[in-house]
């Protein structure tokens, strides 16, 4: 749901889904992948996450996102599922289509939320669960002074139509609509990858923003020590199951 930023490279989603990875796959195993039927992908992409729902789910996998473009583009890899192009706030399913929908940094860029909450409500059946992984850039954490980049994603983020607070609203919204929710956070915190400035592609930045980004970037190239700097992002690490009448 990139409104106003351009489609994240391909490249860009594996290595999300590869940090992503132990979280996700503990969050599969746990909601008992291996026997759900029906598993949607909501927010697809270019099938990074997919082809893991593909080979362990029990059943039938479905790829959705808005964006075509993602869907066809030739370094998708969507083996063993369907695709479909639709949107997360209306969501082109009968009800109670799915037992399991996951979302990877998807809800992130939905607005409103409250519309697609209740259509992952419509088209799950009673006792299908939500996993959702979103992170929550208000609580983004660095150290030391000089590689702060907080200000620059919620001004950017915002200004391309997300909501960087996503993940501390999730619980409290899937409650409000009779959903049973689990909240989790990554159990260990590891060394800050150099390769996370390159996730500001496609953001709307201001000139100045990307002086500063810059700058931002250069003065954590020099902190090679061991520890020398810190950079967490939090995400929340949702498994809301639909509950009965």
Known sequence: MHDSAALPLPEQLVLQ???LAPARSRMLRESGIGHRQRVLDLGAAYGVVTAELARRAGGRVVALDRELAALTHPQGTFE???RTG???RRLPFAAASFDLVLS???LLWVAPLESAIGEIARVLQTGGVLLALEPDYGGLMEYPPGIETRALWLAALSRAGANPNVGRMLPGLLANQGFNVRVALFDSLPPP????????HGLPLTPEECEQLAQVEQKAQTLDAPW???AHLPFFLI???KAGL
């Open 80 to 82: 063993g599922a369907l």
């Open 104 to 106: 990877q940094c998807t």
């Open 17 to 19: 889904a590869q940090w």
């Open 228 to 230: 020398a700097q810190v």
């Open 86 to 88: 639709g949107d997360a």
């Open 193 to 200: 990858a150099a390769e996370r400035f390159g996730f500001y």
């Open 239 to 241: 498994t809301a199951v």
